[in-house]
């Protein structure tokens, strides 16, 4: 189709900008290499599998926001044909009178659907660019006042980037569109199979003569192509980058245990000298992908319970914040080369880095499969390990940890509360088959204590052969991971384990998902490898063992709605297991809106408990209980200490709110109601 003339010349500028383009993908990948750790290619096949489902499905992106969802479907499916269209076009415009495909059914087939998605293409994109700039729900790409930027984005370098991506690929889309109406006026494809293409075909052959018409076709070949050839250097710098990198992050992020497994911090290490991600190059390697690979999408600013209720905190801001630091320092980067910026203060705000409650719904959300959680806990260890600069509130709590081996600073035996109930130690019963590991919480705090309480008696009911380590039982430390002081951690999680390894508990089971997690999904990186369950879940495989008594199930409980804790739920994928007990005991459940995978946090993790909340319009325990109290039910089922603590908390600021029980209590009533 294309002239001598015309072949060199686009031979010329298209070897030009791939030479440029090849240069910036050069640096990027130097760039990703200048982070800690390592890019995790295992089980190859299986990543490839996985990152490619999630690409074609858009399962992740579907989890929300029905309609833009469905739009960006439409978008994918057609940028990725069109890496077929475009090597069509090329091989079209080169060869003479070559017909891509040829003259088959395949041919056919792909003639329909490139009409088909280019639609799907330039409607979603037209509906893109209506919604950023001027649709009402526009709200969703914005940031509150308060939410520290990068001076860049600030300067609406986001909906600058948005904008040339978008009119890149209507040029690029549209021309191609347009190219095809016009070879079906002249002829040289078959209308029948292209609908839309064909109409506008008509309208063409209308206005102009077969002449224009042909020049046309040389034209919308230039402006489809050439559109590529000249946004290709621009390519490694945009946002338009997640293309490619998104599924690369599937592709080579770490297999977690769990959904907020922290990475390892190898104290010990003499040759290190910094701990923590302090500047851009101290972020994993996987944490750089994520800045790449980040759509600005801020669906997880959309379920931070930090940035809902007005903290400082926006995930999103956070990950865009970071790639225009990368874009910033970009050489500096890619030649090794120290950055000047601290993360905190340019990234994200020191209040905001506080905010975190570590629930993970911004990873849990993110379509790209980002991780700002495991950043911004990072970002802490470096400014308490690097800079000494943790609050002072934890400080207190962390003492207590290392000093009287609980959070709240009390010298007692563990096991006062449980004097009377006859519970044996592993010394007394060491052929046990269960280890109730009780927890701080359970050992210190009175409210707990009533659901230890209600726990052992209903394993005492049930026969269930258990133990507990007594006085040698310790704080697995929770609170000092997620407040970034990994030496606190790497000693309590040290002794526990070398106390757990002498033990060798067949299974053990908690009441508190911040015991559950470490133990079952962080120790193995001391060691220590177990079988961890959560306390619902053993009550479950006895109501169905049978190995409660028939009379000890009433008829009906009150109406009951269940919180999933953080660590519980998202964390560590327990959903049923509560609400199969309940309902078994004749409970009727009354969802909360955000439940399961998209539940709310309580406002206690990511060691929250143990400090002032972080300015905001709104605490998030409020929050919550608010919207448990608008299901109408009568009572709010916990599965945590520290959830039952925080709404506690806040039932001074609900009005009508619901009794708190955890799940344990309410068995154990009905348990007693049942026998008597």
Not at 73 to 84: C, D, H, I, R
Not at 122 to 131: A, D, K, P, Q, S
Not at 467 to 481: K, P, Q, S
Not at 552 to 579: E, I, M, Q
Request: hydrophobic content about 40%.
């Amino acid at each position: 189709m294309l002239t001598v003339g015309e072949k060199i010349l686009f031979f010329i500028i298209a070897m030009a900008a791939l030479g440029v383009a090849a240069d910036g993908f050069y640096k990027m990948w130097l760039v990703i290499q200048r982070g800690e750790g390592k890019l995790h290619w295992d089980e190859l096949p299986a990543r490839l599998f996985r990152a490619l489902q999630i690409y074609l499905s858009q399962q992740t992106t579907l989890k929300t926001r029905p309609l833009t969802s469905l739009l960006h479907v439409g978008v994918v499916w057609g940028f990725t044909f069109y890496f077929l269209v475009n090597l069509g076009d090329l091989l079209e415009g080169y060869l003479v009178d070559f017909q891509f495909l040829g003259d088959t059914l395949l041919a056919d087939a792909y003639h329909f659907i490139g009409d088909i998605l280019s639609i799907a293409v330039l409607v979603g994109v037209t509906y893109f660019i209506l919604r950023r700039f001027f649709l009402p729900n526009k709200v969703e790409l914005r940031y509150h006042d308060n939410i520290l930027l990068h001076p860049r984005v600030k300067r609406g370098g986001v909906t600058q980037d948005s904008l040339i991506v978008a009119l890149f690929i209507l040029l690029h889309v549209g021309s191609r569109f347009l190219g095809e109406a016009t070879k079906t006026e002249l002829g040289t494809r078959d209308a029948e199979l292209m609908p839309f293409a064909s109409i506008v075909g008509d309208g063409l052959g209308e206005l102009f003569g077969t002449g224009t018409l042909e020049i046309f076709e040389h034209l919308f070949w230039w402006l489809a192509l050439g559109a590529i050839v000249l946004f290709l250097p621009y390519f490694p710098h945009t946002k338009h980058a997640h293309l490619f990198m998104a599924p690369a992050n599937y592709l080579t992020r770490p297999k977690r245990t769990s959904l907020g497994e922290m990475d390892f911090l190898n104290l010990e290490d003499d040759t290190r000298e910094q701990f923590g991600a302090g500047k851009i190059e101290h972020l994993s390697k996987t944490a750089l992908v994520d800045g790449l690979a980040c759509i600005m999408c801020n669906r997880c600013q959309d379920v931070c319970p930090a940035y809902t209720t007005g903290k400082e905190l926006s995930p999103s801001a956070y990950e865009v914040n970071k790639r225009y630091l990368i874009r910033e320092h970009f050489n500096l980067l890619a030649m090794m080369e120290e950055t000047p910026d601290k993360l905190m203060g340019t990234a994200i705000s020191e209040s905001a880095v506080w905010a975190c409650t570590a629930c993970g719904a911004c990873i849990e959300i993110c379509p790209v499969g980002n991780e700002p959680m495991i950043d911004i806990l990072n970002i802490r260890r470096d400014a308490v390990l690097m800079e000494g600069a943790l609050p002072g509130e934890l400080q207190t709590a962390i003492n207590g940890m290392e000093r009287q081996g609980n959070p709240w600073q009390i010298s007692e035996p563990r096991f006062v509360w449980a004097k009377d109930l006859h519970i044996p130690t592993v010394d007394e019963n060491p052929d046990f088959e269960i280890l109730y590991w009780v927890g701080c919480a359970a050992n210190y705090d009175p409210r707990a204590q009533i659901t230890a309480r209600s726990f052992v008696k209903i394993l005492q009911t049930a026969g269930v052969n258990f133990a507990v380590l007594g006085e040698r039982e310790n704080c697995t430390g929770d609170i000092a991971r997620r407040a970034g002081k990994e030496d606190t951690y790497f000693e309590l999680a040290t002794g526990n384990v070398e106390t757990l390894n002498e033990v060798s508990p067949p299974r053990i089971v908690v009441t508190c998902p911040h015991c559950l997690h470490n133990l079952g999904k962080e120790y193995h990186q001391f060691g220590g490898h177990y079988q961890v369950i959560h306390h619902t879940e053993l009550i479950e495989e006895l109501v169905k063992a049978g190995r409660l008594p028939e009379n000890a199930w009433p008829k009906k409980l009150p109406n009951v709605t269940f919180h999933d804790p953080c660590y519980l739920g998202r964390h560590n994928g327990v959903y049923s297991a509560p609400r199969q007990v309940m309902e078994k005991a004749g409970a009727e459940l009354l969802e909360m809106p955000r439940n399961r995978n998209n539940s709310f946090c309580c406002g206690a993790g990511g060691a929250q408990f143990w400090k002032e909340e972080e300015h905001g319009t709104e605490a998030v325990n409020v929050n919550r209980l608010k919207e448990a109290t608008a299901t109408g039910a009568e009572i709010l089922a916990v599965g945590c200490p520290f959830c039952m603590q925080m709404f506690n908390t806040a039932k001074a600021e609900v009005e009508g709110a619901p009794e708190i029980k955890d799940v344990a209590e309410l068995i154990a009533e009905h348990l007693a109601s049942g026998t008597h």
